[in-house]
Every structure is written in structure tokens, then in C-alpha cells.
């Protein structure tokens, strides 16, 4: 997006920190760069990324945290096996993200109002938590989570998740 989250990301960890931001947009990745400069901020670094491989290093960051994105990605375990890759030992993630109480019907996964909206690429809930864990995230708790709501022919709901990536040496990656 326009880079808010990165800028008080990059606020926060002060000048010996860096944050990173990424987009698929080269005019949001403009945007965020410019409301950087605005601000005096020069540790922030915004990058164009598909979330499925995303163009940042293994084991580069201690945090990931993500508004209501990843549910857009076609592959969301892609995008997870991603997040744990780039994840240092110890690291974790905060993600508020929508899941569907059941599969979204086929007519709404390309609709322009539910892709808006942010929830055609909705997934279960269950479905959603085996991915975190076959990527290999561990200590995984939903912090805050809606009500279901309606949306097309299903309900969904919106939740803040929190996970991290083992600090020991035997674990996956």
C-alpha cells in the first residue's frame, strides 16, 4: 500500500533497523517511497514482490506483519513457506487476514466487488491454520477474531493471527 505500516515499522526500530515493505504495484511502491521521503524516514526500503517469492533474503527479518493481503495471494501455503523462509530463527508474524466458514463459491473468486472487499480469496479456517503449521510455524494464536458475517452466498470473518518460527536448531529451516 502507500507505506504507512513500513514507516511506523521503520519508526519503531530506529536507525540501526531497517523495514521493508512490498507491493505488485509499481505506482503504490512509488507512493510508499515518496511518503518515506516526506517523512525524513531512509531505513524503510519498499520492494516490488509477488507474496508467492518474495524478493528479500532467508532469514532476514524478526517480524512480518501483513493487513488483509495474504488472502488475495492464488497460493496462500506459497505465501506462507515465503514468510517462514525470510523469518530468522525466533522471528514471527502478526497477520490480520478474513477466512470463509466454508469454501467461497466459484462465482465470487474472480468477482471485482468480493476481490475488493477481501474475501474471494478467502480459505476455512482450518484449512488456514494447517497451512501455518505445515510451513512449520509453532506457538500459532488468533489475538482478535469477528463475529461471522455475510458475504455473497457464505459468512466470513476477520482475525489477527500471531505465529513464530522455532528458535532451535533441529526444527524445519
Known sequence: GRGNDVIRMA????????????DIS????EKAQKNASNLGVTNAQFIKSELESIKLPSKIAD???SN????????QSAVWNEVYR??????????SDIYSTED????????????????AGAIRKDEYINILIEAG???????????PYSKGKIEVSSFTIYGKKAACCSCKG
Open 137 to 147: 510455524f509453532s506457538g500459532i494464536q488468533i489475538l482478535e477474531e469477528s463475529q
Open 63 to 65: 517480524l512480518l506483519i
Open 104 to 119: 467461497v463459491p466459484e462465482e465470487y473468486k474472480n468477482d471485482p466487488a468480493a476481490v475488493a472487499e477481501c474475501w
Open 26 to 29: 509499481d505506482g503504490m511502491i
Open 68 to 75: 488483509c493481503t495474504i488472502n488475495h495471494a492464488s497460493e
Open 11 to 22: 519508526q519503531a526500530v530506529g536507525e540501526k533497523g531497517l523495514a521493508y515493505g512490498l
Open 86 to 95: 525470510v523469518l530468522k530463527k525466533g522471528g514471527r508474524f502478526v497477520v
